[in-house]
């Protein structure tokens, strides 16, 4: 099998029902997605198959076989952050952070889709299955609201 | 980890890998049985992975919709405008339904706090039809039959229903989070004075309303489904509950 993981190619050896967050994770040591719940609920281990954001911990890596993968890491760097990751971080948006993965890819995947200013409703509807336990959400909200705002560089 | 991994690359492969269903996991979404097997608690012998059969089709034909049943529920929702829309985009987040297909949602056991299945109540007021294989070769039955039989040994191909011709009435009753199952699906179809009426969520299984339909009785119900206990709400709950949604859902019709 193959995937590429943030423009890079790889070719995996994990066996097929081999959940992509592990293979993320242990074969390829990309270790943004987080392993929280690992049933689907929490959020925090989302990325983007073909640039839709989709649940690692769900998806068996046969079944992206071939797929574009893009983590937190293919999003930008600590001196180049994008837009939302800037957002993230002037707005305090990120307290403990074991979330903040999945609700950057997440919320990169809507401002893509959407492609200007975003509503408060938008939002909630794409992050809705997202879990934070610390922030209550309103500064998470904000930053991405502010993010849908900028003009992208 | 599963001993052996079966991928299919037509319909017809999936079919006859499948056989009889006897000692195979069929894999199609993941949503339910991913974390099963990656923590260990399910351990196939032979997995039997749906994603390269070709049965994710969607498409109408005149009045005909017809779900393959490895559509997503993220694709149904795109391709299709109806009642069982109104269902399908309450089904957990929109992550988890560009994994979770029809045919998963159909064939779900009740998990340990919740009933799942949640598209059957629509499903069943479309007047659905499942087409499956397994023993005795392929057959097509309506949707609430293969709810009540065996389906551990059925591979389900296709979803199809006609497009309502007449009204339609849709109550959902849920937790307000994205992951939550229905406490109650009421879904209604009333086409030249027929009344189909599905309820799922409340048990272990869909069915349908058929007291309700005689009687328009929404009391009547619970002569049709016997609501059970779980993480989500009582049954005690869910008896009280019920009546209301289908009085709701009878409204919305006379309404109309």
Do not use: W
């Not at chain 1, 909630?124 to 502010?146: E, F, N, P, Q, S």
């Not at chain 2, 017809?12 to 990656?38: H, K, R, S, Y």
């Not at chain 2, 405008?81 to 929109?94: C, I």
């Not at chain 2, 949707?143 to 006609?162: K, M, P, Q």
């Amino acid at each position: 099998m193959n995937l590429t993981v943030n423009g890079r190619e790889h070719e995996i050896t994990s066996a097929p029902l081999t959940p992509l967050l592990h293979v993320l994770r242990e074969e390829l040591e990309i270790t943004s997605p987080k392993a929280g719940c690992q049933q689907g609920g929490c959020g925090t281990c989302t990325v983007l198959v073909d640039g839709e954001p989709r649940r690692s911990c769900l998806t068996a890596v046969a079944t992206v076989d071939g797929a574009s993968i893009t983590t937190l890491e293919g999003l930008g760097e600590a001196e180049s952050m994008s837009p939302l990751q800037t957002a993230f971080h002037e707005h305090y948006a990120a307290q403990c952070g074991f979330c903040t993965p999945g609700m950057v890819v997440a919320a990169t995947a809507l401002l893509e889709r959407v492609g200007g200013p975003v509503d408060r409703d938008d939002i909630l509807d794409a992050l809705g299955g997202h879990y934070c336990r610390c922030t209550g959400y309103v500064k998470i909200v904000d930053a991405v609201m502010a993010a849908s705002r900028t003009v992208p560089a | 980890m599963a001993a052996e991994v079966l991928i299919p690359t037509s319909a017809d492969e999936a079919a006859t890998l499948f056989g009889e269903g006897e000692d195979l996991t069929v894999f199609a979404g993941g949503t339910i049985l991913l974390p099963e097997i990656a923590a260990g608690r399910l351990k196939p012998t032979r997995a039997l992975m749906l994603h390269r059969s070709g049965l994710d089709s969607l498409e109408t034909a005149g009045d005909v919709v017809r779900i393959g049943a490895t559509t997503t529920i993220a694709a149904l929702i795109e391709g299709t405008d109806d009642l069982l829309t109104r269902f399908a985009e309450h089904v957990a987040d929109g992550e988890v339904r560009r994994n979770a297909t029809v045919g998963g949602n159909l064939c779900a056991s009740p998990g340990v706090g919740s009933q799942r299945g949640d598209l059957g109540a629509p499903l069943i007021a479309l007047g659905a039809r499942v087409r499956s294989t397994g023993k005795g070769g392929e057959r097509t039955e309506p949707v609430e039959d293969f709810l009540a039989g065996d389906r551990t040994g059925r591979l389900v191909l296709l979803i199809e229903y006609d497009r309502p011709a007449g009204k339609t009435a849709a109550e959902m009753m849920r937790r307000r989070h994205a992951h939550s199952y229905a406490i109650a699906n009421v879904a209604l179809c009333e086409s030249n004075g027929d009344l189909r009426v599905g309820i799922s969520g409340v048990g272990p299984l869909a069915v349908r309303g058929r007291s309700v339909e005689q009687s328009r009785n929404p009391d009547d119900v619970l002569n049709d489904v016997d609501p059970v206990s779980d993480a989500l709400a009582s049954a005690d709950y869910r008896r009280k509950m019920l009546p209301l949604l289908v009085r709701r859902a009878l409204d919305q019709l006379q309404a109309a």
